[in-house]
């Protein structure tokens, strides 16, 4: 039986699935795919992965539309090829979660579907949030709130009788209506969806939007209407970390406890998380409710040795103090990547990006807790930044007809091998393009040439990761900082281990002298270059 709970300092791979690598030849990933990859993540040294989702959907908004939580959708496999999946991971000792989207669902699930063809008032509306219009013929939303993804969060409906009709919520798209939680049907129906995955033997869930699912009871109007869409982030009090919400998670707890009680593997919730404050933040991993939530306030963080250290004081303080771990990210399929996003934004990430992005992943190893690292990153990819706007997928660059923040260039098929597209992503010489076009410098990341070579970010990851399975210093604990000069931020784990970062670009004396364990860039015996990472024994 095992009683480790494992994912208190586990690191977790995300899998985008769609974009990892492709069995079929129709240039989308699948889950073939991913079961051929975990050798290569098993190697990487990972505890687990996370996949996004692969259910059944139109793909509005790449899976996170979903029309049934308990299928697999034909371009990703079928259940047989997902059981398959599982299976390999568990030989290899690989947790799996999945994604799992209770917010909102497509406009073609059937509930929905069931609730355009039904009246006003009618049981099959109130599962979501229908409401009439304002104004004297109901031509007004029923409040003023903004979607994240742009525009009005109200569309109406053409009634049955082909009258317009009333207007239903949608926080993101029209084509994700939001689910009515204050509807006992909504719980009892993903109780059926946890329980389908548990029973085929998932390790847990990553909850996407866990700071939502109930709205104010009455949708009043919002003091500021343009939160949301203006931050692409869920700030509308109104709309988003409403106190019912927290009996959700309760019971989510209860149902996954439930199973680690059979068999002792326990099982893993980690929600999407988007508050304002750590204080609020620890509130979602209290005890009995979420075990994991994503700290996003390191991603957030301007390159800056003030701003790291204040944000990891606040989570070691209010978070790790409900008993739970902080979850560190640095990256995920929502973000720019993390060589573009600390560098300069040109197509093949050159400048200080590189340099900072590995001394921040050296970083985010060395801190208390679990982390979670997305696709790609340790190939130091970065964002592909110039896709020309007839490729473009993503529904934010549809809704607002702006490339601000869009995310399709994290999210372009990742290279394997070769000097040309697919890259080996793809089978076949015959095969389709990839799904989002790999532009021509992808060959300076593929995966078999960060393998050949021991500089790579691949073997700076692996390397890392191999020394914090290893060393009991790191994983779970608490660290204590050190005073260093200016720009430079270190912190000592245990008694003898020592993170130390140079936030600059000039070098600076070290805090310990001798020779790194492990560093981000070259480390000539006591200086640490700027934008550098290393990691000490004392007295080594």
């Not at 680690?260 to 620890?282: N, Y």
């Not at 070769?418 to 990341?445: D, I, R």
Request: glycine share 10%; with cysteine.
């Amino acid at each position: 039986m095992d009683t480790h709970r494992w994912w208190r300092d586990a690191v977790i791979y995300q899998v985008y699935v769609r974009s990892f690598l492709d069995s079929t030849g129709d240039g989308i990933g699948d889950l073939a795919g991913v079961r051929a990859g975990l050798p290569y993540l098993k190697k990487l040294g990972v505890d687990g992965i996370w996949l996004s989702p692969f259910y059944p959907s139109p793909q509005h908004d790449h899976g996170y539309d979903v029309a049934d939580y308990r299928d697999v959708d034909p371009v990703f496999g079928d259940l047989a090829e997902f059981d398959l999946l599982v299976g390999a991971a568990r030989r290899l000792d690989v947790k799996v979660l999945l994604d799992v989207v209770p917010n909102h669902c497509s406009s073609e699930h059937p509930w929905f579907r069931e609730a355009l063809a039904a009246a006003p008032g009618s049981p099959q509306r109130a599962r979501f949030h229908f409401a009439d219009g304002r104004g004297p013929d109901g031509a007004e939303p029923p409040n003023n709130w903004h979607a994240m993804f742009g525009g009005p969060a109200w569309s109406r409906v053409t009634e049955p009788d082909g009258r317009p009709g009333q207007w239903y919520l949608h926080m993101f798209t029209p084509e994700q209506p939001d689910w009515n939680w204050r509807n006992p049907e909504i719980a009892a129906d993903f109780d059926r969806t946890l329980r389908f995955w548990l029973d085929r033997g998932v390790d847990g869930f990553r909850i996407d939007v866990a700071a939502g699912l109930f709205k104010h009871p009455e949708l009043p109007d919002s003091p500021d209407p343009e939160a949301d869409a203006r931050t692409r982030d869920s700030v509308n009090p109104l709309a988003w970390n409403q106190p019912e919400v927290h009996d959700v998670w309760r019971h989510w707890r209860a149902v996954c406890e439930e199973y680690t009680a059979r068999d002792g593997r326990e099982r893993l919730l980690v929600g999407e998380v988007s508050v304002p404050t750590a204080r609020e933040h620890a509130r979602y991993v209290r005890p009995d409710e979420l075990h994991q939530a994503f700290f996003f306030d390191l991603l957030g963080a301007p390159w800056d040795a003030d701003a790291f250290r204040k944000v990891i004081s606040e989570a070691m303080q209010d978070i790790a103090g409900t008993g739970s771990t902080v979850t560190w990210v640095l990256n995920n399929h929502d973000q720019v990547r993390t060589v573009t996003r600390y560098g300069e934004p040109t197509p093949e990430g050159s400048g200080l990006g590189p340099a900072r992005a590995r001394a921040a992943a050296l970083l985010m190893l060395a801190l208390p807790g679990a982390a979670y690292v997305y696709q790609g990153e340790e190939l130091g990819l970065p964002e592909v930044v110039d896709l020309p706007d007839d490729v473009l997928t993503d529904p934010i660059f549809r809704r607002t007809g702006s490339r601000a923040r869009i995310r399709d260039g994290c999210r372009v098929p990742l290279p394997w091998s070769g000097q040309a597209s697919p890259f080996g992503f793809t089978t076949g010489t015959e095969g389709a393009a990839p799904w989002l076009p790999q532009p021509a410098w992808f060959a300076e990341h593929a995966t078999d040439r960060a393998l050949a070579d021991t500089r790579s970010f691949w073997h700076l990851y692996r390397d890392g990761l191999q020394l914090r399975a290893a060393l009991p210093q790191l994983g779970e604990g608490t660290l204590r900082w050190l005073e260093t000069g200016p720009d430079v931020l270190a912190f000592a784990r245990g008694d003898d281990l020592v993170c130390a970062v140079n936030f600059g670009t000039a070098p600076a004396p070290a805090p310990v002298p001798g020779t790194p364990l492990l560093a981000s860039g070259p480390c000539p015996d006591g200086v640490l270059p700027g934008s550098t990472a290393a990691w000490w024994i004392t007295g080594s």
